[in-house]
Nanobody, 125 residues
Framework: QVQLVESGGGLVQAGGSLSLSCAAS????????MGWFRQAPGKEREFVAA????????YYADSVKGRFTISRDNAKNTVYLQMNSLKPEDAAVYYC??????????????????WGQGTQVTVSS
């Protein structure tokens, strides 16, 4: 079992920045590929960014490419999502997810085994 706890959400003006964190516990964090997803009201949950176990490979949804950066610190059992140039359409509940894998990154919800409870990001226009 892996427990994931997101933090760092909040209210920000359009054009601003936020940094989300996801702290993991329960298993060796370095054995897990990690991802960030988001869900806006009335919409399905969607992929945002993913990172391999080592941090050597990352992948982004087109909608956030160039604005968001995913990273991880295996010594701190934490994955991060730096969000810059935020837009109102980025507002959502953001979830981190984990999959035990040493093979790369994953972009589908079904690929992940563990999920956090989510953190709210609100972007005012």
């Amino acid at each position: 079992q892996v427990q994931l706890v997101e933090s760092g959400g909040g209210l920000v003006q359009a054009g601003g920045s936020l940094s989300l964190s996801c702290a993991a516990s329960g298993r060796p964090f370095s054995m897990y590929a990690m991802g960030w997803f988001r869900q806006a009201p009335g919409k399905e949950r969607e992929f945002v960014a993913a990172i391999s176990w080592s941090g050597g490979s990352t992948y982004y949804a087109d909608s956030v490419k160039g604005r968001f950066t995913i990273s991880r610190d295996n010594a701190k059992n934490t994955v991060y999502l730096q969000m810059n140039s935020l837009k109102p359409e980025d507002a959502a509940v953001y979830y981190c997810a984990a999959r035990r894998s040493l093979d790369g990154y994953y972009t589908r919800e079904d690929d992940y085994d563990y999920w956090g409870q989510g953190t709210q990001v609100t972007v005012s226009s």
